[in-house]
Nanobody, 128 residues
Framework: QVQLAESGGGLVQAGGSLRLSCAAS????????VGWFRQAPEKEREFVAG????????YYAESVKGRFTMSRDNAKNTVYLQMNSLNPEDTANYYCAASTRIWEGLRVGVRQDEYDYWGQGTQVTVSS
């Protein structure tokens, strides 16, 4: 069983930056593929970024590519999402998720049903 806790959200002006953290406890987080998803008001939750089990591969949604960077520190059981050049369309509740179903070392999961464990989310609000 893996417990995930996101932090780092907040209010930022357009063009600003935030770094989200997802700290894990329990389970085998360091060997799990991890993803970041977000859900804006009245919209469905969507994939943002993912990192493979071995950390060697990352994948980003087109809407954040070039602005967001995902990384992991297995020694700290933590993954990060560095978000730069934020715009109001990035306003959402951001969730991290861990997968026990993705066995390939370099594969990144982009579907929600590939993930077993979810955090409670952290709110990011970008003002114009």
């Amino acid at each position: 069983q893996v417990q995930l806790a996101e932090s780092g959200g907040g209010l930022v002006q357009a063009g600003g930056s935030l770094r989200l953290s997802c700290a894990a406890s329990g389970g085998t987080f360091s060997r799990s593929a991890v993803g970041w998803f977000r859900q804006a008001p009245e919209k469905e939750r969507e994939f943002v970024a993912g990192i493979s089990r071995n950390g060697g591969n990352t994948y980003y949604a087109e809407s954040v590519k070039g602005r967001f960077t995902m990384s992991r520190d297995n020694a700290k059981n933590t993954v990060y999402l560095q978000m730069n050049s934020l715009n109001p369309e990035d306003t959402a509740n951001y969730y991290c998720a861990a997968s026990t179903r993705i066995w390939e070392g370099l594969r990144v999961g982009v579907r929600q049903d590939e993930y077993d464990y979810w955090g409670q989310g952290t709110q990011v609000t970008v003002s114009s």
